[in-house]
């Protein structure tokens, strides 16, 4: 069984950042994979035994990075509390270098430096504040850039301090030996603010997108926001509040109206409507009785309750739904790898083309020769800044994911969310997905007076049965609120049904006598409904038809799906008349009947043998190895550990119209993806020919790059007003 280790990685600027890291992590012995997110700041190993966290450390280090892993403090708090301190710390510098810098463009740009007080002219003056911020505001990007080259790896802080550096240091050797170049015709003139504003605006533009990427993790934040702080638990005949934290299985918890459900478990005392939307995304409350399951962080609109703690911690449906979030949040789609790959050739190609620009402006260029070559290549170097490449998928994958979240979609990995937008056709099981899954009275006829009565008796008798056709008779009484009648002599008679003395009254219900005719009870057989026949006295009184009702949402979802021009198909074991019937109500023209379990997998490999991309919708365990067969898996919130776990997306929700919500999120979030990463590599396609011939300048490049990772993010967030 596979391992996954999440933890968080800090000091992370680009898509190279993330090549570093996976390369470093990927070296580590026992890894198989590594995965790194540059929006989220986490890293998840997949390995086939625990690595020690000292490796992890020492691998992440050795890179010029640091990991950080969850101890007392959680993982999202440690990062939430950095990117504060980074916040604060990056507000600071961008203020003082930007200030510095506008000083020093004052005192030596063309035109405005004649309103300057002279001190600002002074090249000594400019010398110190270049040096304030290229050392003590340019720090970081000097020790990673240092720490990537000591492993021969160039990103994208070495660009910027190759060419931040290659400025300031020229403009040091003007500023001290000005006979120099003097001698060598090159006028005297100090680029100070070329190195002072590209480290401001270099600085600007990751406060900026780091403001930005924190809207792409509000899911998260708001599904931890959900959980109640404490409980009300019945100790001793005692109720007492405790922190949820201190809360433990078997423990039972009083809700009141208005409050929220703090773990999940079974109500054991009274009933309630329990608005559930925080986690399902449903709107309308569900009324829960005795019991029935009730899920922590929900809210308790009516009533008040006991129910048992039957999970607790980071076994709660809300820890899992927020483990799963995360894993998809840091997990990669395959069109990632395309960003990957090329930004790992990307800094190496751009730092040639940066010595190819200085030496053809250098042999070619007008006067003044070195100085022109030098600026020209310092625009090439900070002009290609790989960040709008490394951003483009994740944002958006966080995005995505987080608003499935929101939905009661629950989406395992990227792979999942870009292979939904591709599906052509759908399978659906039947039992518990397009179906209710609990056998429900959908017809009574009676040949007595009040149909309530004929229910009234044959619920008595079916009280004493465990048959699950009893049940949904007995369940139908007590909806009704029908006063159920004791029975005496009760007899169940093998294959044909239950007979007993109900008030005075000898009720038998079971299979049509051999010497009766009912032409109601055959029209309803041959819509998939099973039928009982009562009677009372020895005379036929009436039937109960009782059938596995569809579910409201799926009609809906199946007309949705057939309007977007993807096929649905039914597949079942029950007999072709049932299938049929279902398969006709709700618009599903091509029904798998009478299939075994083991060979529903058998059925989605035909389908993909076609050259179809195949969705499987199921919940039960018979359901799981088809899910994991199908190129992609959709489990209903309501199945099995086993089927959630081999689905790639789970509706908690158990609406089968998240179906279509999946498949439109997945194509929205492609949109954006690839709308991303077309501006990021159109971004440097155009703009570093621009930089060779000259037409823009240092600074200029600066803003540019910094404008291009703050679109990407943008972009990522108009996600959340996708209309899924």
């Not at 990751?206 to 409980?231: F, M, N």
């Not at 020769?369 to 960040?387: E, K």
């Not at 609120?481 to 008679?493: A, Q």
């Not at 044909?496 to 219900?509: I, P, T």
């Amino acid at each position: 069984m596979k391992i996954k280790q999440t933890f968080a990685i800090k000091g992370m600027h680009c898509a190279s950042c993330v090549y570093t890291n996976e390369k470093a992590l990927k070296a580590i012995p026992g890894v198989t994979d590594a995965a790194v997110n540059l929006a989220s700041g986490k890293a998840t190993l997949t390995t086939d035994s625990k690595v020690e966290k000292n490796k992890i450390s020492d691998a992440i280090k050795s890179v010029g990075y640091q990991a950080m892993f969850e101890s007392e403090e959680s993982l999202d708090e440690k990062i939430k509390t950095e990117k504060i301190k980074e916040l604060k710390n990056l507000r600071i510098k961008v203020f003082v270098s930007l200030s510095l810098g506008a000083i020093i463009v004052w005192g030596s740009f063309p035109g405005i430096m004649n309103f300057a007080p002279e001190i600002f002219k002074n090249f000594n003056f400019q010398f110190v504040l270049a040096t304030v911020v290229q050392f003590w505001a340019g720090r970081d990007l000097y020790q990673a850039a240092i720490s990537s080259l000591r492993h021969r790896i160039a990103n994208m802080d070495t660009l910027v301090v190759i060419g931040t550096t290659v400025a300031f240091i020229y403009s040091t050797f003007v500023t001290f030996f000005p006979k120099f170049f003097m001698d060598l015709g090159i006028e005297v003139m100090p680029y100070f603010d070329v190195s002072t504003v590209i480290i401001g605006l270099i600085l600007l533009g990751r406060y900026l997108e780091a403001q930005a990427k924190a809207g792409t993790g509000e899911a998260i934040k708001k599904l931890i926001g959900l959980q109640a702080k404490t409980a009300r638990i019945i100790r001793n005949k005692k109720e007492i509040d405790i922190s949820i934290n201190e809360v433990v299985v078997g423990d039972l918890i009083r809700v009141r109206p208005g409050e929220k459900i703090p773990v999940d478990g079974v109500i054991v005392e009274g009933e309630s409507a329990i608005d559930e939307s925080m986690v399902t995304g449903e709107s309308m409350p569900s009324t829960k009785y005795k019991g029935d399951t009730v899920i922590g962080a929900t809210m308790n609109r009516s009533g008040s309750f006991i129910y048992k703690a039957t999970k607790v911690g980071k076994d709660t449906l809300l820890s899992q739904i927020i483990k799963l979030v995360e894993e998809a949040q840091g997990s990669k789609a395959p069109i990632q790898r395309l960003a990957d790959i090329i930004s790992s050739y990307f800094v190496p190609i751009v730092i040639m083309l940066a010595i190819g620009t200085f030496v053809g402006w250098y042999v070619f260029g007008s006067s003044p020769i070195f100085v022109h070559a030098m600026l020209r290549a310092i625009s090439v170097l900070i002009i290609a800044c790989p960040c709008a490449m490394g951003l483009a998928t994740p944002t958006a994958i966080m995005v995505g994911t987080g608003i499935g979240a929101q939905h009661g979609i629950l989406i395992k990995d990227a792979e999942s969310l870009e292979t939904a937008h591709k599906v052509n056709t759908i399978i659906f099981d039947k039992t518990g997905t397009l179906t209710k899954g609990k056998p429900e009275v959908t017809d009574v006829i009676s040949n007595i007076k009040n149909k309530n009565d004929l229910i009234q008796l044959v619920a008595s008798i079916e009280k004493n049965s465990e048959h699950p056709l009893g049940e949904a008779i007995v369940k139908k009484a007590e909806e009704k609120k029908l006063v159920l009648s004791k029975v005496e002599g009760f007899k169940s008679i093998t294959g044909q049904g239950v007979e007993g003395m109900v008030s005075g009254k000898k009720v038998y219900v079971g299979k049509l006598l051999a010497t009766d005719k009912y032409d109601d009870g055959e029209k309803l057989k041959d819509q998939g409904k099973t039928v009982v026949y009562v009677y009372i006295n020895s005379k036929l009184s009436g039937l109960i038809a009782i059938a596995d009702t569809i579910k409201e949402s799926s009609l809906e979802a199946i007309l949705s799906l057939n309007k977007m021009g993807i096929e649905t198909v039914m597949i079942t074991g029950d007999n072709e008349a049932t299938a049929r019937a279902i398969g006709e109500k709700l618009g599903i023209k091509k029904v798998l009947a009478e299939v075994m379990p083991q060979d529903k997998e058998r059925e989605v490999k035909k389908f993909q043998k076609e050259g179809k991309i195949v969705a499987m919708v199921g919940d039960g365990i018979n359901d799981a190895p088809a899910l994991a067969a199908a190129n992609i898996g959709i489990a209903m919130g309501s199945g099995t550990d086993v089927a959630i776990e081999a689905a790639g997306i789970t509706l908690v929700n158990k609406n089968l119209q998240s179906v279509t919500s999946a498949i439109k999120l997945s194509k929205q979030t492609m949109r954006t993806i690839k709308l991303n990463l077309f501006w990021a590599f159109a971004y440097n396609v155009v703009l570093i020919p621009v930089a060779i011939i000259g037409l823009i300048s240092p600074i200029l490049a600066s803003g540019a790059m910094a404008f291009s990772s703050i679109s990407v993010v943008t972009n990522s967030l108009f996600l959340k007003k996708a209309n899924i």
